[in-house]
């Protein structure tokens, strides 16, 4: 019998070309409130709106990035799409199928195509199981493949993500963090999914690691036909790995668009500020931009639009009413009232 390549031992899915209109997940008006509990009885006395009527899709061999301040709820959005949180309400669909709803064996079967690359390369991987216990646990869970195949997948897919297959019998703590997050990628790849929530999967690493994990990531992509819903609040990274990019500020999602159209073009002041902040070495003059004031506490959101306290672009309207979310252009949505309204803005202060 002749020795099969790595190719063929770790081959998953033919891969798709990104722009396809076969929309592999679709999330509609998601929402994760956390209950606020307060004294003896535990009453509730609040909810903290962490995910808060969030709408997108992502394609089949597709990257969207989602982009945000740290506690807008990025990460939060990526857990409750896999119930690894559950959500408030709203529904998902993957492959056309709804995720929300399902009973634990149903979406045991479905979780197979979904997986996750955590965000901490250290937390993320138990400190008593071997690197190749790691990779096959989801292989053994899902009864996938003989031993010897488990074996055999396992250091095959060590090999792809820049290991070697004999790292197979050593332990997390022997690692960097950036071999570790390889681990955590390999892990994610060895079940066959089609999707993949990446979690701030660089942010934990120096700059020249994240780099090859970015490339890593982008390779893995084309070669296995995945989607990724991105998360960071790295722009320079969201630019280079992402198709479409979605902005999300106090738990909604602000503007989404392509990646070349937000780099080129932003409409939402959040946007322009965040965009306005990545360092630049095209010159030596130093420019500060900085968003006046704190987040918001999602447990007490301003009314009207959430970015309105710190916006310098805010009008009267905006302290009062929700923006409704409209095309401005093909594929260019975006929430704000100064493209809703045809008044001049007010600047804070005024």
Known sequence: MRERSLTEIITMSTPVEPGSNNVLLQ??????YF?????????????????????????RGETL?????????????????????????????????????LADEELRKIRKQMQI????PYGSLNPRMTVGGIVMEGLIAHGMYSRAERIERAQALLARVGLDPEHFYRYPHEFSGGQRQRIGIARALAVEPQFIVCDEPVSALDVSIQAQIINLLSDLKREFGLSYLFIAHD???????????????????VEQTTSEELFRNP??????????SVPSLETREEKRHVIEGD???????PPGCPF??????????????????????????????????????????N
């Open 117 to 120: 690359i955590f965000q901490d």
């Open 65 to 101: 990035g989602l982009v945000g301040e740290s506690g807008c709820g990025k990460t939060t959005t990526g857990r409750s799409i896999l119930r690894l949180i559950e959500p408030t309400g709203g529904e998902v669909l993957f492959n056309g199928s709804p995720v929300l709803h």
């Open 295 to 301: 987040i918001p506490s999602p447990l007490h959101p």
């Open 35 to 59: 209950p606020v509990r307060r004294g003896l009885m535990a009453t509730v006395r609040g909810h903290v709106k962490a995910v808060d009527g969030v709408s997108f899709e992502i394609r």
């Open 27 to 32: 999330v509609t008006d998601l929402r994760k």
């Open 235 to 253: 722009l320079s990274v969201v630019e280079h790995i992402s198709d479409r990019v979605a902005v999300m500020y106090l738990g909604k999602i």
């Open 267 to 276: 409409l939402h002041p959040y946007t322009k500020v965040l965009l306005a």
């Open 308 to 349: 309105h306290p710190r916006c310098p672009e805010a009008m009267d309207i905006c302290r009062t009413e929700v923006p409704t979310t409209i095309q401005h252009a093909d594929g260019h949505s975006v929430a704000c009232h100064l493209y809703t309204m045809d008044v001049a803005p007010v600047r804070p202060g």
